[in-house]
């Protein structure tokens, strides 16, 4: 999983997806957790994790997180979070975390 910008330009509610690819093909069912680690933006007010689960089945290498953002009253200053993969089956996850940021486009 890679650091993602998002650039949000509308205050409506929205969702965008975080590509995870795997470094190979998988032979089996693979099975891992998203985790989330708050940065300036907190899980449950600034952004939610619909799906905390990804499943990658045989032969395939991707899938996405999918990220719902709430509808925005005001402008916002950029925010962060983390993601990371956790409780992987079938593969090692190399321990990293990916730095997400949301910045509104409608700022100066």
Same mark, same amino acid.
């Not at 395939?60 to 402008?75: E, K, T, Y």
């Given at each position: ?20 690819? @795997? !470094? =190979?093909?998988? %032979? ?12 300036? $933006?907190? #899980? ?27 509808? @925005? !009253? =005001?402008?916002? %200053? ?12 079938? $593969?090692? #996850? ?15």
């Amino acid at each position: 999983m890679a650091d993602h910008t998002h650039l949000i330009t509308s205050d409506r509610s929205r969702t965008f997806n975080v590509p995870v690819r @795997l !470094s =190979q093909r998988a %032979a089996v069912q693979i099975s891992e957790e998203v985790a989330v680690e708050n940065g300036t $933006a907190i #899980a449950g007010t600034d952004f939610e994790l619909p799906s905390p689960l990804l499943t990658i089945p045989p032969g395939g290498s991707d899938a996405v997180v999918w990220i719902r953002l709430p509808p @925005l !009253s =005001q402008p916002m %200053a950029e925010r962060t979070f983390f993601l990371g993969l956790t409780n992987v089956a079938h $593969a090692r #996850a190399p321990g990293e975390r990916a730095v997400i940021r949301l910045r509104d486009g409608r700022l100066p």
